[in-house]
């Protein structure tokens, strides 16, 4: 069955290093969307993008935050100078269509640590 | 603001027996209803989802869902629980109102005993 493979599993940096987290969503999927979990908390949506554009994010996904599709296979979030309180795992999704209802697919998420 | 509620944080269970985890939404116009599980160290996986079908909702994994609407509420249950089952589970919704972002609940850790 396809899925959405997430890269790097885990990741530990320093406070204020840039990071960047990969996924590969599901091949004929067109919307994309990155969710994060801090230990302990709900689930979060932070941002969902589709023909190379953010289609819309939330108040977490502020300037340090930005996404990206540099080639027809993956889709990165970047988080530009790490903060304590953006350890959290973060989850890639995909779906075929934005409508709601529509399945969205998870893939394992990537833990990110900040020291 | 509209929200999921998972009315227990943890629920234990021995080895087949039925399994009930409870889920409030708050009410609005159609929502999309959907159970994903996840198992440790897995990704979120799709148990099953309710979009304005059958308010019976059969998943895999032997799971079931039942949507009703007067009492917003989409309780997962399960005849027989199998160790298997046990992971935390999260109700999701969402709503024609809210775009395609998708609203997480808390999340039901399920212990099932030997």
């Known amino acids: 069955e396809p899925e959405v493979t997430q890269t790097p599993s885990h990741q530990v940096t320093q406070m204020g290093q840039e990071v960047i987290l990969r996924c590969v969503p599901i091949s004929n999927h067109l919307y994309f969307y990155w969710y994060r979990q801090i230990l302990g908390q709900k689930v979060e949506f932070l941002v969902s993008?589709?023909?190379?554009?953010?289609?819309?994010k939330s108040e977490i996904f502020d300037d340090q935050f930005s996404v990206e599709r540099p080639d027809g296979s993956n889709f990165t979030l970047k988080i530009r100078s790490t903060k304590l309180e953006d350890s959290a795992m973060y989850f890639c999704a995909s779906s075929v269509a934005g409508f709601p209802g529509n399945t969205i697919y998870f893939g394992e998420g990537s833990w990110l640590t900040v020291v | 603001a509209q929200s999921v509620t998972q009315l227990d944080s943890h629920v234990s269970v021995s080895e087949g027996t039925p399994v009930l985890l409870r889920c409030n939404y708050s009410s609005s116009y159609s929502p999309s209803l959907f159970w994903y599980v996840q198992h440790p160290n897995k990704g979120l996986q799709l148990l099953l989802k309710?979009?304005?079908?059958?308010?019976l909702v059969k998943g895999i994994n032997g799971f079931e869902a039942e949507f009703k609407k007067s009492e917003t509420s989409f309780h997962l249950t399960k005849p027989s629980a199998h160790m298997s089952d046990a992971a935390e589970y999260f109700c999701v919704v969402t709503w024609m109102d809210s775009s395609y972002k998708l609203i997480f609940g808390s999340g039901t850790r399920l212990l099932v005993r030997p």
């Open positions: 309710y979009t304005s079908a059958a308010t």
């Open positions: 993008f589709y023909n190379n554009e953010i289609s819309e």
